[in-house]
């Protein structure tokens, strides 16, 4: 879905479902023409209020990141909606985020950060970088070197064109850790660059960065 100035419209998509099921919604979303995708962890409690709302309860979830264009994205959650029965009461929760720039990728070339300076003010840019296991250090290192104060690190797995292998005919996921980095926006091209350059990411099977606009922050202290 690009369009003349060679910008595209991508989504995040984001899927909270039962734990174990994780897998069967990426073949699914495959299907829809979704390259790849990442599962997290997640477990909540029915005391708070917000982890109940994202659907986090007592029991353990998956959480699933996938990047897609829009039109990809829309056909993939009809159909997992449809397939998973997400609209019935703790089946799942599914929704949707816009991303700025995307690099590691060749289905989605979007990575002009200069002229994706929202109009509104963005301050922040939520910088989201998925590598293999062993891996999340020298992306906070990369980052580091061209200005970030640091990142969060969370364990995951992914299931890509170029991660997945088999044994005896089963897929097997490789773990992955996927970094999180909050940057000013006049740093992050920068920082992106250098985790870039650092890690090979435009090699296939490196990793992937995506970019994010962030509306509002509460605890960063410059």
Do not use: W
């Amino acid at each position: 879905m690009l369009c003349n100035s060679g910008k595209m419209d991508i989504n995040l998509i984001c899927i909270i479902a039962k734990y174990g099921s994780g897998s069967k919604l990426l073949h699914a979303a495959k299907k829809c023409g979704v390259h790849g995708g990442t599962i997290l962890l997640g477990r909540g409690t029915v005391n708070n209020r917000i982890c109940k709302f994202l659907g986090l309860s007592d029991e353990r979830k998956e959480v699933v990141l996938m990047v897609a264009d829009t039109a990809t994205a829309d056909c993939a959650l009809e159909k997992l909606n449809k397939d998973c029965e997400l609209d019935k009461p703790d089946h799942g929760i599914a929704f949707t985020t816009s991303i700025c720039a995307t690099f590691g990728t060749r289905y989605y070339v979007f990575d002009n950060i200069k002229e994706l300076r929202s109009v509104d003010n963005t301050m922040y840019h939520a910088i989201t970088i998925i590598v293999d296991k062993g891996k999340a250090e020298e992306v906070i290192d990369a980052a580091s070197k061209a200005g970030s104060k640091g990142g969060t690190i969370i364990n995951a797995r992914g299931s890509g064109i170029h991660e997945t292998s088999k044994l005896f005919s089963m897929e097997i996921e490789p773990e992955k850790e996927l970094v999180i980095i909050l940057s000013e926006v006049a740093m992050t091209e920068k920082i992106v660059s250098s985790i870039k350059e650092e890690l090979k990411i435009d090699e296939p099977g490196n990793g992937i960065i995506y970019v994010q606009n962030v509306n509002k922050t509460y605890g960063i202290y410059k």
